[in-house]
């Protein structure tokens, strides 16, 4: 069964940090690039975060560049986003996707919310 499954959300005070995780089954995430998008109550889903199959390329909304960094370990079959510096307008569901052609997945979503 291919499933991506988030962790890491939680409540954090602002300038704090966390770090997700999305761990891949039931297929191998080496040859798929991976994305992070987030969605706020009452707004659009919003990709925050993209990295390529070798990890060598990555992009970033310009919300959080500087502070967001995303990673993957193919050999655990595991992407990241390690998230710093966190405002509250980082809350929101986070999700990750791991695309190849016209095969995309994604994760149920994991909430993080920063308020103090």
């Known amino acids: 069964q291919v499933q991506l499954v988030e962790s890491g959300g939680a409540l954090v005070q602002p300038g704090g940090s966390l770090r997700l995780s999305c761990a891949a089954s039931?297929?191998?995430?080496?040859?798929?690039?991976m994305s992070w998008y987030r969605q706020a109550p009452g707004k659009e889903r919003e990709l925050v975060a993209a990295?390529?199959?070798?990890?060598?390329?990555?992009n970033y909304a310009n919300s959080v560049k500087g502070r967001f960094t995303i990673s993957r370990d193919n050999a655990k079959n595991t992407g990241y986003l390690q998230m710093n510096n966190l405002k509250p307008e980082d809350t929101a569901v986070y999700y990750c996707?791991?695309?190849?052609?016209?095969?995309?997945?994604w994760g149920q979503g994991t909430q993080v919310t920063v308020s103090s």
């Open positions: 039931g297929f191998t995430l080496t040859t798929y690039y």
């Open positions: 996707k791991a695309g190849q052609g016209a095969a995309n997945y």
């Open positions: 990295i390529t199959s070798t990890g060598v390329g990555t």
